[in-house]
């Protein structure tokens, strides 16, 4: 269906006034084609990724339905959301459609006073907007009778059952009438999603909408790439691509609460405000450093995916994934944070060389290609800064009233030239804005390695990868030589016994290469390069002193 604006959709006067009061013109892909039957009253199974305006696409027809006079006092719709952030969301977008209907929407969930929740309800309500738990605790208490409900709808249903909601939502459907309508969306459909599909709704139908498209020529809402980067200077690196990316603010995902403290206390250390959110916290910690974030006292959030899950903030720019999450489902909920609303946003990944094939999956399952970008280097970071210099210089003399500093000047240019007072000012603010970057080094490149190869390297009697004993070996030429992970490969299977198979980790610095290789191999590719040429530069390779000492260290 098209349509050209709400009026089309045969909505109420009242709803009509409010979206237009609100801005809303036309309805989004999904709302259009979600709501005629919505009206109708039909079961409807939805794919759609967040930022959609799929919260519109089932509000509008659950008010559109409320009859005139509601003296009942029971709920006639009930809509279940994963997490109290998203409960809270979900229940002001109710209200600001719903202002002229006069309709009560109250939603309840863990972490707020359940007095304040026990009132509303006794008082009546129209719309209960609740977290799994918090609505079986009020349905075993008595508070909340769910006979007279029309409408059930399953808001990010994958998130529900990712979060172990899967008997809590089977219990709360059994306390409904079988005659009710039922809607289920969600950003992915794994199987699960299917069964409580085929369970609970009749004959829906099915809409599947992906983020909004961006008109021809235009780039994408959402950017992705990814840096390749091996485990130990992944916090350098972060700290690099947030130096140069500048977000407005971001999320960084981690997988556990201590990955997210300690890379908390490093960016803090690098002078980023960053804050932690993991599980660890109570409700009213994580409320606190929400709103620090929303409200611009904090630029990153360091996160869980479970902790962070619901979070809709209007500032967001960025999302980065610190590490890659166990699911690609799990990637596509992650980024569905930015890009919303028709507002730019940008993924990035830090991989591991070893993490190829969990970023096939997430193309596979987002159907766009992750472009693959070098870490910044020193050189990147001086520029940047260097830039930065100026835009504020620039901005100083276009709003700041300098005539306060005339007189320095004019003292100063009776003994120097005028551009001479000029680039110290320069040198001075430069300074005061990060400065020179003299005890910055390049942090080794490193390079994906797919699975199968893995897997060769691992085979019995192997030399390489991780199934057998491997040696660092440090090379003296690196990227200022214009070295590649295949020059380093050519050269050590065209003068040795080893295939490119065997040749482990690859990481390239600015003047220096490392490589594994089979222990077993190391010194005949040390003696072999001694008369090799790497792009035409003789090289020198040794065994790399600092990976000995690890595994003498590892020995028992």
Same mark, same amino acid.
């Given at each position: 269906?098209?349509?050209?604006?709400?009026?089309?959709?045969?909505?109420?006067?009242?709803?009509?006034?409010?979206? %237009?009061?609100?801005?809303?013109?036309?309805? $989004?892909? /999904?709302?259009? @084609? #979600?709501?005629?039957? +919505?009206?109708? *009253?039909?079961?409807?199974?939805?794919?759609?990724?967040?930022?959609?305006?799929?919260?519109?696409?089932?509000?509008?027809?659950?008010?559109?339905?409320?009859?005139?006079?509601?003296?009942?006092?029971?709920?006639?719709?009930?809509?279940?959301?994963?997490?109290?952030?998203?409960?809270?969301?979900?229940?002001?977008?109710?209200?600001?459609?719903?202002?002229?209907?006069?309709?009560?929407?109250?939603?309840?969930?863990?972490?707020?006073?359940?007095?304040?929740?026990?009132?509303?309800?006794?008082?009546?309500?129209?719309?209960?907007?609740?977290?799994?738990?918090?609505?079986?605790?009020?349905?075993?208490?008595? %508070?909340?009778?769910?006979?007279?409900?029309? $409408?059930? /709808?399953?808001? @990010? #249903?994958?998130?529900? +059952?990712?979060? *172990?909601?899967?008997?809590?939502?089977?219990?709360?459907?059994?306390?409904?009438?079988?005659?009710?309508?039922?809607?289920?969306?969600?950003?992915?459909?794994?199987?699960?999603?299917?069964?409580?599909?085929?369970?609970?709704?009749?004959?829906?139908?099915?809409?599947?909408?992906?983020?909004?498209?961006?008109?021809?020529?235009?780039?994408?809402?959402?950017?992705?790439?990814?840096?390749?980067?091996?485990?130990?200077?992944?916090?350098?690196?972060?700290?690099?691509?947030?130096?140069?990316?500048?977000?407005?603010?971001?999320?960084?995902?981690?997988?556990?609460?201590?990955?997210?403290?300690?890379?908390?206390? %490093?960016?803090?250390?690098?002078?980023?405000?960053?804050?932690?959110?993991?599980?660890?916290?109570?409700?009213?910690?994580?409320?606190?450093?929400?709103?620090?974030?929303?409200?611009?006292?904090?630029?990153?959030?360091?996160?869980?995916?479970?902790?962070?899950?619901?979070?809709?903030?209007?500032?967001?720019?960025?999302?980065?994934?610190?590490?890659?999450?166990?699911?690609?489902?799990?990637?596509?909920?992650?980024?569905?944070?930015?890009?919303?609303?028709?507002?730019?946003?940008?993924?990035?990944?830090?991989?591991?060389?070893?993490?190829?094939?969990?970023?096939?999956?997430?193309?596979?399952?987002?159907?766009?290609?992750?472009?693959?970008?070098?870490?910044?280097?020193?050189?990147?970071?001086?520029?940047?800064?260097?830039?930065? %210099?100026?835009?504020?210089?620039?901005?100083?003399?276009?709003?700041?009233?300098?005539?306060?500093?005339?007189?320095?000047?004019?003292?100063?240019?009776?003994?120097?030239?005028?551009?001479?007072?000029?680039?110290?000012?320069?040198?001075?603010?430069?300074?005061?804005?990060?400065?020179?970057?003299?005890?910055?080094?390049?942090?080794?490149?490193?390079?994906?390695?797919?699975?199968?190869?893995?897997?060769?390297?691992?085979?019995?009697?192997?030399?390489?990868?991780?199934?057998?004993?491997?040696?660092?070996?440090?090379?003296?030429?690196?990227?200022?030589?214009?070295?590649?992970?295949?020059?380093?490969?050519?050269?050590?299977?065209?003068?040795?016994?080893?295939?490119?198979?065997?040749?482990?980790?690859?990481?390239?610095?600015?003047?220096?290469?490392?490589?594994?290789?089979?222990?077993?191999?190391?010194?005949?590719?040390?003696?072999?390069?001694?008369?090799?040429?790497?792009?035409?530069?003789?090289?020198?390779?040794?065994?790399?002193?600092?990976?000995?000492?690890?595994?003498?260290?590892?020995?028992?």
């Amino acid at each position: 269906m098209t349509s050209s604006g709400f009026a089309d959709l045969q909505l109420r006067p009242e709803l009509l006034r409010a979206l %237009t009061d609100l801005g809303y013109e036309e309805p $989004t892909p /999904i709302q259009a @084609e #979600a709501i005629p039957p +919505l009206l109708e *009253g039909r079961d409807l199974l939805g794919q759609a990724a967040t930022g959609t305006g799929k919260t519109a696409a089932f509000a509008l027809p659950v008010l559109q339905r409320l009859a005139g006079e509601r003296t009942d006092g029971r709920p006639a719709a009930l809509v279940l959301v994963p997490t109290r952030e998203l409960a809270m969301q979900v229940s002001q977008a109710f209200h600001r459609y719903a202002r002229d209907l006069g309709a009560r929407v109250v939603p309840i969930y863990g972490g707020q006073p359940i007095g304040r929740q026990l009132q509303a309800l006794d008082r009546g309500v129209d719309v209960v907007v609740a977290t799994p738990g918090r609505a079986l605790d009020h349905i075993s208490r008595g %508070t909340l009778d769910l006979k007279a409900v029309q $409408t059930v /709808i399953l808001d @990010e #249903a994958d998130e529900m +059952l990712d979060m *172990g909601f899967a008997e809590d939502i089977e219990a709360i459907l059994e306390e409904t009438a079988e005659e009710r309508q039922t809607v289920l969306f969600s950003a992915t459909m794994p199987g699960r999603i299917d069964a409580i599909a085929r369970r609970h709704l009749r004959e829906p139908v099915r809409i599947q909408m992906g983020r909004a498209e961006p008109e021809p020529g235009a780039a994408p809402l959402v950017r992705q790439s990814a840096y390749v980067v091996a485990r130990a200077h992944k916090p350098a690196a972060l700290g690099r691509v947030l130096d140069v990316e500048a977000p407005t603010a971001a999320i960084v995902f981690c997988r556990t609460r201590e990955e997210v403290d300690q890379l908390t206390e %490093t960016l803090n250390g690098r002078g980023q405000r960053a804050e932690a959110l993991h599980g660890g916290m109570s409700q009213e910690q994580r409320d606190r450093v929400v709103n620090r974030l929303r409200d611009g006292r904090a630029d990153l959030l360091v996160a869980t995916d479970v902790a962070a899950r619901g979070l809709d903030i209007d500032r967001l720019s960025h999302v980065v994934n610190y590490s890659l999450p166990a699911a690609p489902e799990t990637y596509v909920h992650r980024i569905g944070r930015v890009g919303r609303a028709g507002r730019e946003g940008t993924a990035i990944t830090l991989a591991e060389p070893r993490e190829h094939r969990m970023l096939k999956a997430v193309e596979r399952t987002t159907g766009q290609r992750i472009g693959l970008q070098k870490v910044p280097t020193v050189a990147d970071l001086r520029a940047r800064r260097l830039e930065l %210099t100026r835009a504020a210089l620039q901005e100083s003399l276009l709003t700041d009233d300098l005539d306060r500093f005339r007189v320095v000047v004019e003292t100063l240019t009776d003994e120097f030239d005028v551009m001479e007072v000029a680039l110290a000012a320069v040198k001075l603010a430069h300074e005061l804005n990060g400065g020179d970057l003299d005890d910055e080094q390049d942090i080794p490149e490193s390079v994906l390695r797919p699975e199968r190869e893995r897997r060769d390297n691992t085979r019995p009697g192997g030399h390489g990868g991780r199934g057998g004993h491997t040696t660092r070996l440090f090379i003296n030429s690196g990227r200022s030589n214009r070295i590649r992970p295949q020059d380093l490969v050519g050269a050590i299977t065209g003068e040795t016994r080893l295939s490119g198979r065997d040749i482990g980790a690859i990481e390239i610095a600015d003047r220096f290469s490392l490589v594994e290789v089979p222990a077993d191999a190391a010194d005949e590719v040390i003696t072999a390069l001694r008369h090799a040429s790497i792009r035409g530069r003789k090289v020198l390779a040794r065994r790399d002193r600092d990976k000995d000492k690890e595994n003498q260290n590892r020995r028992p």
